[in-house]
């Protein structure tokens, strides 16, 4: 991989400079003025040999997309399984319900032929089914977070083997009851929901699988994915309901008991043959990384627990189990911070309005329009038909569609959820108004294009949470469709009552409140891109180019920044990043989006000849003297759409002069772009550095590179990124080129006097900006100079 550098544009004037050469790899060798022996090219001689590309590779590209399809069908048939065996168990569970309570209602002179359809019978049935199924939701709202933060800390198979053991053994329970309805009172079934404690229930199952998917599907063919799995979910209400409905009146056990063989084919499956796809990010501690080895190679099993939080606990205390337990439930925090995630949750209960008016469909096209149940319930068949073809094929084809038009994953999913909920909206208001059955049909239509809803918000979720919590974010969303289904109950039963009783155009009361609805929840959260946008635009009006100054004193370090939504963590240890290996999450709470270059390509592509004059410089007190060659290849210089904005050079008066090398973006090593938000950079300041304080001329840098990149406008051909230079005022027709991007980050490797330097590394997490400084390191002696670190972390790749 090669790094791709430009120069910045200057807003003040610039002194000779020089930066590190940002190349490949192989550039670097070749690039190299003299190599001092044989030595190093005998190196990449090795090196090539070792990573000479050969037919393996192919084999191992083919053998991980086989084993993502295997995964992916095997996904697939579990939760067909899952859905097929719920379906079938509800039509034979209450024919033995009423059965069961029929034969205690008129004791043991009860025989088959007498009439169980009297008022006390109907009630009690009503009420054994509305509180079993009250309580099977239960321990999926009670304890899904849990289940998914388990499953993000210990894998999703075991989670979801464990979930389907509990849904199982709630079958076998409740026709254990009703087989001996002499013996047990019929309302023991409800305890069926101890068993789904472990595990959670059927809402844990469905979130795990879709996490599952998501471990192991390409962002942009995950809302596909989700939409074929709802659609299964779909056809097995479609043909197995009434099939099982049929069957039940010949005989309700057969049913019953093929829903319990799904379930244990689906056990089987998970058990047996599904693989995990869960991998467990590497943490990193930047605070005791000795202390993090010792803990880990004493106890194994512990090696998850923080160093810092538990070194002074004894081993294996209940006070100790406790605090690991408290320290764990602290990953919640990445669900409530997340606003996005937060107005997402509340959204899926409109999904569930659309399932749930289908039972007041049939009575309101009856009473409106004159037509018998039987003759309705055709439309009801019509608009589950128009939702399998769609989910099957009409948003998997807008999807790709849309892809190929250069709408990134999230921008997509964005917009089929938006049209989704318009659909909704649109067509519950048409049916609940239409006078006459055409106008109804047509928004019958409409309100049918509207189920992908659910599916596209689950998909468009995903990126709003770091990837080691999907599992709890996934449960949380079930979660919260669960809840919503609770809560329109009241709403959608009080609409219908009260229109039946008063007639006319309120007839259509329930799809009037479905619509309105509706329309309260269509504004979308902001996605991707725009809540960094937002914020950095803030930061740089308010703080870089407004009250900065007043909050700096004479020697250039800015104070308070934390009323600005800045975390400022200082003393990062960025030397242990190479160490533990690439990571996602930092034990105290960074979160690492690169890698740095590794110290094997070092070995074999040594770099230290040429950079041997990296900071070389002779100072006085305020006036530094650069004596550097550069050396710097820019391969990527304007136009770049990057330089539009501000220049990252510059100097406040009385305060600080500081100037900015080349900035580097990640290539591949064919040269090829690669789309990734990650910059390096270098700049040189004026003014003397302090231990754990940061200077104003730092922050401005930091500010002013990730707001040009955020910024950055989509062109792709030379023609359209001079088009944005010759006309700046029209920039407004390209979307941006990372508009799915979130965190931004960037690593600045800042030189201050007196000949010192150290590392920046900066992100935004979600509405705040996250500042890592390292400690200051010395310059002063070639020989205890940092030229590896500070060279490796120029030349990082993002993870």
């Known amino acids: ?230 659609g299964v979910a779909l056809l097995s209400d479609m043909v197995l309901s009434p099939a099982s409905g049929a069957l039940a009146n010949i005989q309700p056990w057969w049913p019953a008991r093929f829903g319990l063989i799904a379930f244990i084919m689906a056990i089987l499956a998970t058990v047996l043959v599904l693989p995990e796809t869960f991998v467990k990010p590497i943490a990193l501690s930047s605070t005791n990384l000795a202390h993090t080895t010792a803990v880990e190679e004493e106890e194994p099993e512990e090696e998850e627990d923080d160093p810092v939080l538990y070194a002074d606990a004894p081993k294996h205390t209940p006070w100790r189990r406790v605090r690991k337990i408290v320290s764990s439930l602290r990953d919640l925090r990445y669900l409530i911070a997340s606003r996005q995630v937060l107005l997402l949750v509340p959204l899926l209960s409109v999904g569930q309005l659309y399932d749930q008016s289908a039972g007041f469909f049939l009575n309101y096209v009856s009473k409106r329009y004159g037509w018998r149940i039987s003759q309705a319930s055709f439309w009801l068949t019509y608009r589950n038909v128009v939702n399998l073809v769609l989910l099957s094929t009409i948003l998997p084809g807008v999807s790709a569609l849309l892809l190929q038009r250069g709408f990134n994953a999230g921008k997509k999913d964005l917009w089929i959820s938006r049209a989704s909920i318009v659909c909704l909206a649109l067509g519950a208001f048409v049916i609940g108004l239409a006078p006459t059955l055409t106008i109804m049909v047509t928004g019958l239509t409409i309100f049918a294009l509207g189920h992908g809803f659910v599916p596209a918000v689950l998909s468009l979720a995903t990126p709003f949470i770091e990837p080691g919590h999907v599992g709890m974010l996934y449960t949380a969303m079930t979660i919260g469709e669960t809840i919503g289904k609770i809560a329109n109950e009241p709403l959608l039963t009080g609409s219908f009552e009260l229109g039946m009783r008063v007639g006319g155009l309120l007839l259509g009361l329930p799809f009037v409140a479905t619509d309105t609805n509706n329309m309260k929840n269509a504004d979308m959260p902001r996605h991707g891109s725009q809540v960094a946008r937002e914020r950095l635009n803030i930061l740089w009006e308010q703080l870089v180019c407004g009250v900065a100054t007043e909050r700096t004193p004479s020697d250039g370090h800015i104070e308070d920044i934390s009323d600005f939504k800045i975390d400022f963590h200082t003393q990062f240890d960025f030397e242990s990043l190479d160490i533990s290996g690439p990571s996602i999450e930092a034990r105290n709470k960074a979160l690492i989006w690169f890698k740095p270059l590794g110290e094997d390509v070092f070995e074999h592509f040594p770099c230290k000849a040429p950079v041997q004059e990296f900071f070389e410089y002779a100072t006085t007190e305020k006036d530094p003297r650069w004596k550097v060659e550069d050396r710097t290849h820019a391969v990527y210089t304007p136009p770049s759409p990057f330089h539009l904005g501000p220049g990252p050079d510059g100097s406040y008066p009385q305060l600080d002069f500081w100037r900015v090398g080349d900035i580097y973006e990640t290539m591949r090593d064919n040269n090829e772009k690669h789309a990734h938000s990650l910059l390096t950079l270098q700049a040189w300041h004026s003014l003397d550095g302090y231990e754990d304080r940061i200077l104003l001329g730092e922050l401005y840098t930091i500010i002013c590179v990730m707001r040009n990149r955020v910024n950055q406008r989509k062109a792709d051909s030379k023609e359209e990124r001079e088009a944005l230079w010759n006309f700046p005022a029209d920039i407004e027709y390209g979307g941006y080129e990372f508009e799915a991007e979130t965190h931004f980050p ?54």
């Open 1 to 230: 991989m090669s790094l791709e550098a430009g120069s910045s544009t200057s807003i003040s004037p610039r002194p000779s400079s020089s930066t590190l050469q940002a190349m490949s790899p192989t550039t670097l060798t070749a690039d190299s003025s003299t190599p001092s022996s044989a030595e190093p090219n005998q190196g990449q001689e090795d090196y090539n040999e070792q990573h000479e590309p050969d037919l393996t590779a192919d084999l191992l590209e083919k053998a991980a997309q086989a084993r993502i399809k295997h995964i992916w069908r095997l996904c697939f048939t579990i939760f067909a399984l899952v859905q097929a065996g719920n379906v079938v168990l509800q039509p034979p569970l209450v024919q033995l319900r009423e059965l069961s309570t029929c034969m205690s209602y008129y004791g043991p002179g009860w025989s088959l032929g007498r009439d169980c359809r009297v008022e006390s019978v109907q009630n009690e049935l009503e009420t054994l089914i509305k509180w079993q199924q009250l309580l099977d939701t239960a321990p999926g709202i009670l304890f899904g977070v849990f289940y998914g933060m388990a499953a993000d800390r210990f894998g999703r198979r075991p989670v979801l083997g464990l979930a389907l053991v509990g849904i199982t053994l709630a079958a076998v329970w409740t026709q254990v009851v009703l087989f001996w309805p002499t013996v047990f009172p019929t309302r023991l079934t409800w305890l069926s929901v101890v068993f789904q404690l472990a595990g959670g229930g059927t809402l844990v199952v469905n979130a795990m699988i879709f996490a599952m998917i998501s471990d192991i599907v390409p962002e942009e063919k995950r809302a596909s994915k989700f939409f074929r799995l709802y």
């Open 746 to 799: 960037v690593i600045l490797l800042s030189y201050v006097g007196p000949q010192h330097g150290r590392i920046i590394y900066a992100y935004m997490d979600r509405q705040r900006l996250v500042i890592c400084q390292s400690k200051l390191y010395s310059f002063e002696k070639q020989e205890t100079a940092p030229l590896n670190l500070f060279t490796r972390m120029l030349l990082s790749r993002p993870l």
